[in-house]
């Protein structure tokens, strides 16, 4: 199976920088592409940034010139370096790996994963 995990989340003052880590794990083949979702209380789940197996990035107008995006040295891992954090920030914040190939037992399969979500808490 597919497993993606988080990291790098918590509490930093308005004005600081945090950075996620997410890495995927299993016998993958393959990822389509790689994002940053996130959630606030009462809110839509929606997509930060995300990251294509060619390179190509997409970012929410919101965090355009604040975030990067990049794919990790490691396989299959991926980075959000977050500047100029704001209060509006907060959120929960989620890994999804699209596209993902990899070796089952019954053969090779494809789908979509999520991480378990890391905080961020943007407050003075």
């Known amino acids: 199976q597919v497993q993606l995990v988080e990291s790098g989340g918590g509490l930093v003052q308005p004005g600081g920088s945090l950075r996620l880590s997410c890495a995927a794990s299993?016998?993958?083949?393959?990822?389509?592409?790689l994002g940053w979702y996130r959630q606030a209380p009462g809110k839509q789940r929606e997509l930060v940034a995300a990251i294509t197996s060619g390179g190509s990035t997409n970012y929410a107008d919101s965090v355009k010139g604040r975030f990067t995006i990049s794919r990790g040295n490691a396989k299959n891992t991926m980075d959000l370096q977050m500047n100029s954090l704001k209060p509006e920030d907060t959120a929960v914040y989620y890994c999804?790996?699209?596209?993902?190939?990899?070796?089952?037992?019954?053969?090779?399969?494809?789908?979509?994963?999520w991480g378990q979500g890391t905080q961020v808490t943007v407050s003075s």
């Open positions: 299993g016998s993958i083949a393959s990822i389509t592409a």
């Open positions: 999804k790996a699209d596209g993902v190939v990899y070796y089952s037992p019954y053969g090779y399969r494809e789908g979509d994963y």
